[in-house]
């Protein structure tokens, strides 16, 4: 692994690193933030994904969540949403391909080889920064952005045990009946939609392992509202009694002054599970 930059931020240190990757097949590249705590131990560790064209930089620089992480002594990671480089496969639309992994194992061609970014967001990354950071891996919780908000409900409810809590900010919530998640599950994974489930929040909700608390906010001026269909998601969880508290934010959009507006919020509530839960 290499160390890109390290910045000092609010007390602690934001880095960036590069690492080669066994799941996807090519170099990586993430930012975490620690908090000045981790002098004294391990720290619980908080996912940010990122959503459509982003990379690791995107939320890093513009979601203001290094403020309220060194508030709690909580670390974030900020992975990439795909592999990247010029042996992989990639499409001339923004919403397919390099940037936009949709965080699940390809299994078909030409992505198979490299898109395997569920592998890489919960088995190799985990591993990495366990093994070479003093992060607290038996805390954990994930948050996310849109496509990554699509991430972080899906992984939290299909790795029960493994994230404390889940939010997200403006999520892809039904990508099955959605032309955000039809296009990219079909090219990703194959056109049989069975496998395409377990990477819906929305029908996973159901089958969900995940017990613990969840935040959603999405703004009512979203310029993606109908792509995102909040409004599954609430019916799903409400059938199902889930705990959850699914916001409408009067006025806001999908942009990054909306993410950095609640990110307080989100911080908090993480750290209320990453702390007492
Ligand atoms: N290029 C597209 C939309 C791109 C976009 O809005 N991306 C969002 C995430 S959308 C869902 O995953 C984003 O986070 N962009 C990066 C940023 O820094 O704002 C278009 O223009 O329609």
Redesign the pocket.
Known sequence: METVSENAAFGGVQGVYRHASSSTNCDMTFGLFLPEEVADGPVPLLWYL?????THE?AMT?AGAQAWCAEQGIAMVFPDTSPRGEGVADDEA?DLGQGAGFYVNATQAPWAPHFQMWDYITEELPTLLGERFALDMDRQSITG????GHGALTMAMNLPGRFRSVSAFAP?CNPSASD?GRKQLTAYLGADEAAWARHDATLMMQDSGFDGPILIDTGTSDQ?LDLLKPEALAQAAAARRQQAVLRMQPGYD???FFVSTFMEDHVSFHAEALYRG
Do not use: A, D, E, R
């Open positions: 990122s959503g459509l064209t982003c995107n513009k923004y952005h849109s496509m990554g892809i955000w993606f999908h942009s990054y």
